[in-house]
């Protein structure tokens, strides 16, 4: 009997949590339709998501308030998030990027400051220099 009311409880729960989640996703795509990608919160919208519903905890709880002021509330609580989570997402992808980026040149700046690659690359330079002097 105790196996049966768990299994009850548990489905509401999950059916509480899939409604939620999917007023919070709905929401996303209807106004911010970039949300998902490198433009909007990309990588960290399943930190959002989780950000959203633990913000918006005491919201679903107050059954005070009707539906309508129920996602008012949780519209504009998603909307700051968003905001937050957009800019932190900017800062985390262009970090991601110059580290990535000096991860991959490591060696072309090590050997920069030695001076070996400038005196290489300036060579080159120097060679077309004069290409395009001959060239006219």
């Known amino acids: ?13 999950e059916n509480e949590f899939i409604e939620q989640y999917y007023e919070i996703i ?5 106004s911010f339709p970039e949300w998902t990608t490198h ?11 989780s950000a959203c519903r633990k913000a918006n905890e005491s919201i679903y709880e107050d059954k005070e308030l009707s ?12 909307i700051k ?16 990027c110059v580290d990535t980026f000096f991860d991959q040149h490591e060696d072309f700046y090590n050997n920069k400051v030695q001076g070996v690659t ?3 690359y300036q060579n080159h330079v120097d060679s077309l220099r004069y290409k395009t002097v001959f060239n006219y």
Do not use: C, H, P, W
């Open 81 to 96: 998030l968003y905001k937050y989570f957009r800019e932190e997402y900017k800062l985390t992808f262009a970090q991601n």
């Open 26 to 30: 709905d929401f996303f795509s209807v």
């Open 39 to 49: 433009s909007g919160v990309g990588s960290m919208s399943s930190e959002l998501i």
């Open 118 to 120: 400038k005196k290489k």
């Open 1 to 13: 009997m105790e196996a049966t009311e768990r299994k009850v409880i548990s489905l509401e729960y």
């Open 67 to 78: 539906k309508k002021e129920q996602l008012k509330r949780i519209y504009t609580n998603a």
